[in-house]
C-alpha cells in the first residue's frame, strides 16, 4: 500500500492529524478538464477525508475546487461544472472579437461565486490552509500566494491571479506588490511547492487521463502566447518555453515517487479541451473524477 493512502486511512480512522506527518492535497488544473477535479474532491468529501489533509494546493482551475473543498461545498450544485448558465457566462469565445475575455475568471470568482454563494469566511477559517499557487510575471517562477490571503478581497484576488490564462482571462493580476498569470505556466501540477515546504506526504489529483502524455503546443498558439508574454509577462516567458519538458519530468516523477501519490481519470474517460463548453461532456467528467478516486482508494 501507498504511504499516502495508507496516511489517509489512519487519519481518517483515527480523527486526528496528530502524527507527525505533514499531508498535502495537490489539486491540477486545466481550464474546462478541472470538471475532473471537481468529480474527484467531491469523492474526497463524500468519502470522509475533508479533515486529513494539513494544506491544500491547487493550480489554476485546480485552485478553484481546493476553494470549494475547504469550504466544505464540493458539490455540483455550488461547483457548477454542469451548469450551463454558469458556463456559458464565464467561457466564451466569440468575445475575444469585441478584445473580450474568453475565460472571464473575475466574473466567476467575484460575481458567481458570490451568488451562489461560496463561503469564503470557511476557507479562510479552515484549520487546512489554502495555497492557491501562480505565476510571477516578473521571474516566471511559481508563487504560493497563501501568505497574501489576509480576508475574502486577497482570497479572491489569489483565486484570480492564480486562474488568469495568459491572454484568455484579461491582464495579469496584482496582489502583495506584484502580478501573476496562471500558475499552470510554472507549476501546472502543484506538487513539487508543497514537497519543497516541508510536506512528508502529497496526495495529487491529475485532470490528465492516464496515459496522456505532454506535447507541443501549436505553432499559431504558441505564436501568440509568446507574443502576448512578451508584451504582458516577459518574466514567464521562458515558464511558457519549457512546459512540455517539465509536464514531462513531472509525468516520470509521479509515476513512482515514494511520498506522492497520483489520481488520474481513466484511459477511457471523456476528451475534454481546455474551453469545453458542452455540459453533458462536463458532467461525464465530473462523474468520471469522483469515479477514479473512488476506485483509487478502494471505496
Not at 461545498?73 to 475575455?101: C, H, K, S, Y
Not at 509515476?255 to 458532467?283: F, M, N, Q, S, Y
Request: hydrophobic content about 45%; aromatic content about 6%.
Amino acid at each position: 500500500m501507498h504511504q499516502v493512502l495508507e496516511l489517509l486511512r489512519a487519519r481518517r480512522a483515527a480523527g486526528t492529524r496528530a502524527d507527525g506527518r505533514t499531508l498535502a492535497l495537490a489539486v491540477e488544473g486545466g481550464g474546462s478538464r478541472g470538471a475532473f477535479g471537481g468529480g474527484m474532491v467531491l469523492a474526497l468529501q463524500e468519502l470522509g477525508y475533508s479533515a486529513c489533509f494539513d494544506a491544500v494546493y491547487g493550480s489554476s482551475a485546480g485552485a478553484l475546487n481546493a476553494a470549494w473543498f475547504l469550504a466544505g461545498q464540493a458539490t455540483p450544485e455550488f461547483m457548477g461544472w454542469d451548469d450551463p448558465a454558469v458556463i456559458r457566462r464565464v467561457t466564451n469565445p466569440w468575445r475575444a472579437l469585441r478584445l473580450g475575455p474568453v475565460v472571464d475568471t473575475r466574473t466567476l470568482i467575484q460575481d458567481v461565486y458570490e451568488a451562489i454563494p461560496m463561503d469564503f469566511a470557511a476557507v479562510l477559517a479552515n484549520p487546512t490552509t489554502y495555497h492557491p499557487l501562480a505565476t510571477d510575471t516578473a521571474t516566471g517562477r511559481s508563487v504560493d500566494l497563501h501568505p497574501h490571503i489576509t480576508d475574502q478581497r486577497t482570497l479572491q484576488l489569489a483565486m484570480r491571479a492564480s486562474t488568469g490564462l495568459p491572454l484568455l482571462s484579461g491582464p495579469p493580476v496584482e496582489l502583495g506588490g506584484a502580478r501573476y498569470v496562471d500558475a499552470g505556466l510554472a507549476e501546472a501540477i502543484p506538487y513539487r511547492t508543497p514537497l519543497a515546504a516541508g510536506c512528508t506526504d502529497v496526495l495529487v489529483l491529475r485532470t490528465r487521463q492516464t496515459g496522456w502524455t505532454a506535447g507541443p503546443p501549436s505553432a499559431l498558439e504558441d505564436k501568440v502566447v509568446t507574443a502576448y508574454l512578451n508584451r504582458a509577462a516577459p518574466g514567464a516567458l521562458s515558464s511558457w518555453q519549457a512546459r512540455e519538458r517539465r509536464q514531462a519530468e513531472d509525468d516520470a516523477a509521479l509515476a513512482d515517487h515514494p511520498a506522492v501519490l497520483e489520481i488520474r481519470p481513466a484511459a477511457d474517460a471523456p476528451l475534454v479541451g481546455r474551453l469545453t463548453r458542452k455540459t453533458d461532456l462536463l458532467a461525464a467528467a465530473v462523474h468520471a473524477g469522483r469515479e477514479a478516486v473512488r476506485t483509487a482508494l478502494k471505496a
